[in-house]
């Protein structure tokens, strides 16, 4: 049972809001994650989370370099 009296524990997040996702990749331009991977992001356990912040960077390749801006 949670305690009422605690506040929430603040969850990481690579979101800069901008939320624009690209078809040919997939991945958002603002942090480069999947729709999945964002909808679902506060149900990830912190292993999980810190594993796609790891791959972000590397993900921005994926995407038409016309459309980073």
């Known amino acids: 049972?949670?305690?009422?009296?605690t506040p929430p524990?603040?969850?990481a997040t690579p979101c800069?809001?901008?939320c624009i996702v690209d078809g040919a990749s997939g991945l958002c331009l603002g942090c480069y994650r999947t729709l999945a991977e964002i909808g679902g992001w506060s149900?990830?356990?912190?292993e999980r989370r810190a594993a796609?912040?790891?791959e972000l960077?590397?993900?921005k390749e994926r995407i038409d370099?016309?459309?980073r801006g």
Do not use: C, F
């Open 1 to 5: 049972m949670l305690d009422s009296s």
């Open 9 to 11: 524990r603040s969850i």
């Open 16 to 18: 800069v809001k901008v």
């Open 43 to 46: 149900g990830l356990t912190d």
């Open 52 to 54: 796609v912040m790891a």
């Open 57 to 59: 960077p590397g993900r």
């Open 65 to 67: 370099p016309t459309l």
